[in-house]
């Protein structure tokens, strides 16, 4: 007699390796959970019981996102332990620039044919992210679609739900002229970018396995998948008990699209190129495409993650207290007075340095 599942795997969906791979997982998210998740996985939906001491007026953020082209790089590569960290750094980066807790994530994986131990590697690097940024790893959906995605390929998505006192949110109103950006490093190219990246590696000729240009020891797969940098504890701490009038996350778009996102009309955000480190990879890439730094710093990170923006006299004290968390916050840039037709960013390149 055919098993009642027969059909479906004709079809190409295995049921049964989903069973395995949902039992495989159990330990790595149960290792997330907070003490607000109160169901196990494989229910309908994921509980989550508010701890709302020391919180008046609660104000849930939420967040979604995926981790681009970036993916195409982990096929290639054959290496899917450390993508699914940069999945949950998206959103929990992007929540936490409004002065968020990170509460719980939920993950979509959805591929054509499941294969066990690939998800299972993927699934590692999200609960490896949760535990990163102290929220729990609630839920999420395997989707197998025959047909849907290319043979040993995959997709992610990732959402994120925080929460932050209302009086403590974190919007930008109060950024004044005179106030001091700074820069926190990022860890690589994150997770933007990739569509030029990945065509500049393609024509450059370098392969996976070798020694990456002006890098010690990494290999360009190293670098190239270097995962997204999580700011979440180091920014926790500073907003405890010091003012932090601005954060952005450097995202898409860099400097010129996401600044902008968090000042209020009638001042700009004036930056000196060379105030801060940049990495070997991002000036590989320039060199590579022939590219400008005005470019780069519309397309990539350049070396900075996420900005704060802080009044003068908070500047040293939060410099300190991120140094004492082994992060480094370099002053790139200050508010000033924006001209009536002149963008919002604006980014002087000293001689020498483009």
Known sequence: MPKRTDAYKAAGVDVEAAGEFISRIKKMVSGTFTKGVVTDIGGFGGLFKLDLNNIQNPVLVSGTDGVGTKLKLAFQFDRHDTIGIDLV????????????????FLDYFATSKLDTERAVSVLSGVAEGCKQSGCALLGGETAEMPGFYAEGEYDLSGFCVGIVDDKRIVDGSTITIGDRILGLASSGLHSNGYSLARKLFDASGLKPADPFPGEENRTAAEVLL???????????????????????HITGGGFYDNVPRVLPKGVAAHFTFGSWPVPPVFRWLMEQGKLDWPTMLQTFNCGVGYMLIVGKDMEEDVRNRLKGMDLEAHPIGEIVK???????VLIDFPAGRC
Not at 91 to 98: C, E, G, P, Y
Not at 338 to 344: F, H, L, P, R, V
């Open 89 to 104: 750094a998206m959103s929990v980066n992007d929540v936490l620039v409004q002065g968020a807790k990170p509460l719980f």
């Open 226 to 248: 270097q995962p997204t940098r999580i700011y979440v504890q180091p920014v926790l701490n500073l907003l405890r008990d010091l003012t932090i009038k601005g954060m952005v």
């Open 338 to 344: 924006a001209k009536s037709g002149q963008e919002q």
